[in-house]
């Protein structure tokens, strides 16, 4: 049987690559990240994402940096670093670029478009362009299926994503042109974002537009029919009874043990609406909308 993995980058940190940029302001930078947490040790994930926006990976020095900081042995840090595909155990690219090919994106092209940047780039998914350029991730659903299929450079969205827009795409971040994430976000570097991943605000965080169309879509729905929610005393009935719809336009009538395991969450989205529209938030880190 073969010893290959499937993932590629599941290894261990490179110790090979004892190379890094760490200065002592870095060192101070990652103290005060530790300083921010009542348990100094929950800092480390913020702590990894500064070691990679300084040294472009998690470098063995980085690692030991972190754990004499916070307390902890190289292989509590490294199990961390490991564990979660946002760190890198091999050089990133200036922009790293990630293609989603989850249920959603993948029934909307997500695959095609993967197949596409990587015959563009000239690397496989885990690899990164030999004059450091660029880097490619196939990930996992980042929570914005509404805009599929989703690519991501430097953590930012790029809404709705064809080969040919991300073809165009690449060429200008090759040739250094200004590119903006499709929800506002000028692209800066994978290192910037890592920087703010690590809690050293960009200036960028209140850029974009608020929540899109596609992800409204399901609360101006609710609004038009008037489906509001039934309080928690009046959906205590028989499983199995038919209670009017609270919608008098479709007429459709409900199972009331259908109506208690939907409405609450009716109730809760159709609050949200009727609030200020919410912003849609940056998008590094994973998916927030
Ligand atoms: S499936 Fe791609 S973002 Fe959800």
Redesign the pocket.
Same mark, same amino acid.
């Not at 659903?141 to 299926?145: H, K, L, P, T």
């Given at each position: 049987m073969s010893d290959e993995t499937h993932f590629a980058s599941s290894g261990a940190i490179d110790t090979a690559d004892r190379s890094s940029d760490l200065a002592e302001a870095d060192l101070e930078a990652l103290r005060t990240i530790a300083a921010r947490y009542p348990r100094s040790r929950s800092a480390i994930m913020p702590m990894l994402h500064y070691v990679q926006s300084v040294d472009g990976r998690v470098s063995p020095r980085g690692l030991e940096v972190c754990a004499d900081i916070l307390g902890l042995s190289t292989a509590q840090v490294s199990a961390v670093a490991t564990f979660y595909t946002m760190y890198k155990r091999r050089p990133a690219g200036q922009h790293h670029i990630g293609v *989603? !090919? !989850? /249920?959603? =994106? +993948?029934v909307l092209g997500?695959d095609e478009l993967l197949t596409a940047v990587s015959d563009k780039l000239g690397i496989e998914a885990e690899q990164t362009t030999e004059d450091g350029m660029f880097s490619l991730e196939r990930i996992e =659903?980042? +929570? /914005? *299926?509404d805009? +599929?299929?989703?690519m991501m450079v430097d953590w930012e969205f790029m809404d709705n994503m064809t080969p040919d827009k991300a073809g165009q795409l690449l060429d200008d971040l090759a040739s250094g042109r200004e590119v903006h994430s499709t929800r506002g976000p000028k692209i800066t570097s994978w290192r910037q974002s890592e920087r703010v991943l690590a809690g050293f605000n960009d200036g960028q965080a209140g850029q974009g537009p608020s929540a899109g169309e596609a992800s409204l879509r399901g609360v101006e729905i609710a609004h038009e029919r008037g489906w509001v929610a039934v309080p928690e005393t009046q959906t205590a009935k028989p499983a199995g009874k038919v209670v009017k719809q609270a919608n008098a336009t479709s007429g459709v009538e409900t199972p009331a043990a259908t109506k208690r395991a939907v409405e609450p969450a009716f109730k809760a989205t159709v609050e949200t609406a009727a609030s200020p529209k919410p912003k849609r938030t940056r998008t590094r880190a994973g998916?927030a909308k």
């Open positions: *989603c !090919t !989850t /249920a959603l =994106c +993948a997500g =659903c980042n +929570a /914005a *299926c805009y +599929a299929p989703i998916g």
